[in-house]
DNA sequence: CTGTTAGCGCGTTCAC
DNA sequence: GTGAACGCGCTAACAG
């Protein structure tokens, strides 16, 4: 192990500029109450010594941590790319480093329990993972500000979007260019995220005055990333054209479906989006070369204003009730003859 | 700020078991010099005051922290992104948190010092930054195990790639194609990568009894990214198209540039791979899209294999001297009609 | 086996 | 304005 020997600590420092160490320290935390030529002192022993303090020393002292984490499932994504980069702006010129936790995509609520028992951070970013009670009274003993993202819980602020308007817009500006039959590709298990898309998808249709017909809302059978992988996506557009081959628009739940999808749909002989138009939900990066409108959910945006929330919290500048915040997200058209009938 | 009142310690854990602070700092720690019936009793006196041992109190007694950090310029490229899915594949089962320090496109060599500066880590893994001899000398003085990601360093553990292989490769492999013309889109500065590179494409092209024509060496004006960027490759695209119109096939230096290189063909009413065939650096998602075969770098076993001699090296089970592992990037291609002649 | 005690490096009263 | 002493929560010898 790396043995630290000769550390420079704030008596070598008090030493050096013939003060008490507690005149280091006000010069380190620029108090007010030291002559102008004593701190001059203490800064050119600081200088010349190349003296920092110790954070876990000052964190202990200070009973804080200038420290805070992200929880996500996982991190590899575009989508939670995004939501990163978010966050990194918001503390990139702040002294605040950026724990990440993993929470993996199995027993992810052990990781998280497991993550917060260690407790060295002082507010938590909890992204993609569910709020149970027993998450929730875990999140609360821990006493550190949490702001949720991606979800609801009434005891935390948080920032989720508004996964049925999103689906809405999708199906909406399908349906404005000309299409009759919409079919959508869903997640293989049951989450409010997924009903709520099928229940946007369900209303523009019906708003629109067409028919909601369950057999053109098919999943994959892949359970990668619970149904929202690209191989899913694939295996549900194929199911698609098999059952009803008069499709001619495809709204999938997430980016990697509709990568799926327009794999399928070009093996199949046809062309995207000549044949079949296809809406993606989540900002893709690849839409632009397949030719693929998006719902983009502005997750950098998320990402920065739920890292500043947080930031207040920690500082405690803010003593507001928790509070929820509904994103909405936006369609990005690419080209919309692109998509048009 | 989050006050931390009735805050549960040791001591109370060990008035509530009837011992001293010490035999439950032992069970904490899993000593073996504690009798049975003592642990229990602690064990059941933690379980019931619901107590976890403060983490910076921990560090502070044992002058280590369990923790490494990622310093990394940026980590929203696909790239970046695979390493980051590497280093977690090595500490997912680890009691190890890891820090992620994004340097910045602008000042890094700042930011890495203020960082390192504020020391609070047990290792660290600096990837994409060259080691410079003021870096290196504080990475030393931080006394804590470095290993280096992507650049070269006597005084570190190293895991870099051979760039000079790769273009080899890319360009070994469109000769094999029929190629004959085959232009490099570069980036705008000088690098020790980017001569390597050029390098590799040029003995490539002598191998095989092919002119060098510098002239179809180009790089985009774009300074973003080190000319790395999208737009630069556009740019640069499009200038070796008006310089050269006969070239049948590129060499793009990033999967950015390759992506811009792609549009500007495109925008040229030219096809890929189809008029001109394209290779790019790194793994691009979206070569599938693009009819794109690319030079692979692995960087998911570079994350690996980098955070796995951090560890080893964190835990003192590894003395060896500094060692530099030089990856051989690899050769993914889509189709290889694709890029045929 | 268990308890006592001295730090870890720094912040923070208090007297001076 | 400055300095000595104590405390943060825990680990690590050293006694017993």
Redesign the pocket.
């Known amino acids: 192990m790396p043995e ?1 020997k000769n ?1 420079v ?3 070598d420092v ?1 030493s050096k500029a ?9 010069v ?2 620029s108090s ?4 102008d ?3 001059a002192r203490v800064k050119r022993a600081i200088e010349i010594l190349n ?4 954070r ?3 964190s ?4 804080k941590v200038q420290t805070i984490a992200l929880a996500i499932p996982t991190f590899t994504t575009p989508f939670h790319n995004e939501l990163l980069k978010g966050i990194r702006n918001c503390i990139r010129d702040e002294d605040i480093d950026l724990l990440l936790c993993d929470l993996g995509s199995t027993d992810r609520h052990v990781k998280l329990l497991n993550f917060l028992h260690r407790g060295a951070v002082s507010g938590l970013l909890l992204a993609g993972v569910k709020v149970t009670d027993r998450i929730a009274s875990e999140l609360k003993t821990m006493n550190a500000p949490v702001v949720v993202i991606g979800y609801h819980h009434p005891n935390f602020d948080s920032y989720s979007w508004d996964d049925s308007h999103g689906a809405g817009l999708a199906v909406s500006h399908l349906i404005e260019r000309g299409h009759k039959r919409i079919g959508l590709i869903r997640s293989s298990s049951q989450s409010n995220t997924q009903n709520e898309r099928i229940a946007g998808y369900r209303r523009a249709l019906e708003a629109a005055g067409l028919d909601f017909d369950e057999s053109i809302v098919v999943s994959g059978e892949t359970a990668k990333h619970a149904g929202y992988s690209e191989e899913s996506g694939f295996e549900a557009m194929k199911r698609m054209l098999a059952i009803s081959p008069r499709v001619t628009a495809v709204f999938a739940s997430s980016d990697a479906q509709a990568i799926g999808a327009w794999r399928a749909i070009r093996e199949e002989g046809l062309t995207v989006p000549n044949d079949i138009a296809l809406v993606g939900y989540d900002d893709v990066k690849t839409s632009r070369f397949i030719g693929l409108s998006t719902v983009d959910q502005h997750m950098l945006a998320v990402g920065e204003k739920a890292a500043a929330r947080l930031m207040q919290r920690v500082e405690g500048k803010m003593n507001e009730p928790p509070q929820s915040f509904l994103e909405r997200p936006e369609l990005k058209i690419r080209n919309s003859s692109e998509t048009s009938r």
Chains 1, 2 share one sequence.
């Not at 013939?18 to 006000?26: F, L, M, N, W």
């Open positions: 630290d550390k600590t704030i008596y008090a013939g003060v008490a160490i507690s005149t280091v320290s006000r380190l935390n007010p109450d030291v002559s030529e004593t701190r003296f920092s303090p110790d876990v020393a000052r202990l002292a200070q009973q």
